[in-house]
């Protein structure tokens, strides 16, 4: 079971690029990495996913090394609306019983 | 419109009494999920099942239980025997078990009076 480790919270400034890394020490071959996006009393949002190096969306980037032991998800020019948390899960099809979600990042974007 | 309804978004619950939690999509998703939410904290999964008729206890299965008749449907009951049910539910399909591609519902918030 791959356990991911992530800031409780950021604070950030309208307009700029937030950066948050998640820690995978015990990722496993298989394993995709997956971020989600949650707004208060709603359900989490896929943001992005990936296995290595860089993956880019149209609402973010996500960065992986070489050794999968994290991940960071790029966020460019922040918006009010992008408060919000932000989960890093790690699992392959077939573990649907192990995924959990942990506490996330709470991201707090100001003016 | 494809996409997860999850029906009540606001329950209203007495302590004793069982109450069931509504979840349809419309996806063709093969996997569904439950999970609760407590304030400030991570999703933790009830149940899930990978098709239907069939369905495996998640890490706090204990005082729920579901049922997987049809492919577009998962219910979750909440039974007397949940001894703090008072949560947020979220209800998520997926076409695989899995990571990927997860859809999540809007959500039912569940309260004991």
């Known amino acids: 079971l791959a356990k991911t480790t992530q800031p409780i919270s950021m604070d950030s400034y309208e307009g700029q690029e937030v950066n948050i890394t998640c820690s995978h020490n015990?990722?496993?071959?298989?394993?995709?990495i997956t971020w989600y996006q949650q707004f208060p009393s709603q359900g989490p949002r896929f943001i992005i996913q990936?296995?290595?190096t860089k993956v880019t969306n149209e609402v973010a980037s996500l960065f992986i090394p070489a050794d999968r032991k994290s991940s960071t998800l790029s966020l460019p020019r922040v918006s009010l609306s992008d408060t919000a948390v932000y989960y890093c899960?790690?699992?392959?099809?077939?573990?649907?019983?192990?995924?959990?979600f942990g506490t996330g990042t709470r991201l707090q974007v100001t003016l | 419109d494809g996409g997860i309804t999850q029906s009540p978004k606001y329950l209203f619950r007495k302590e004793g009494q069982n109450v069931t939690l509504s979840c349809e999509q419309n996806?063709?998703?093969?996997?569904m999920y439950w999970y609760r939410q407590d304030p400030g904290q991570g999703l933790r999964l009830i149940y899930y099942?990978?098709?239907?008729?069939?369905?495996q206890k998640g890490d706090i299965a204990e005082g729920y239980s579901v049922s997987r008749e049809k492919k577009e449907s998962f219910p979750l009951t909440v039974t007397s025997a949940q001894k703090n049910p008072t949560a947020f539910y979220l209800c998520?399909?997926?076409?695989?078990?899995?990571?990927?591609?997860?859809?999540f519902g809007s959500g039912t918030r569940l309260t004991v009076v």
């Open positions: 998520a399909s997926s076409q695989q078990v899995g990571v990927r591609g997860y859809t």
């Open positions: 015990n990722i496993a071959t298989n394993d995709y």
């Open positions: 990936g296995y290595k």
């Open positions: 899960l790690v699992g392959d099809s077939g573990t649907a019983s192990k995924l959990t």
């Open positions: 996806l063709n998703h093969d996997a």
């Open positions: 099942s990978q098709i239907v008729n069939d369905f």
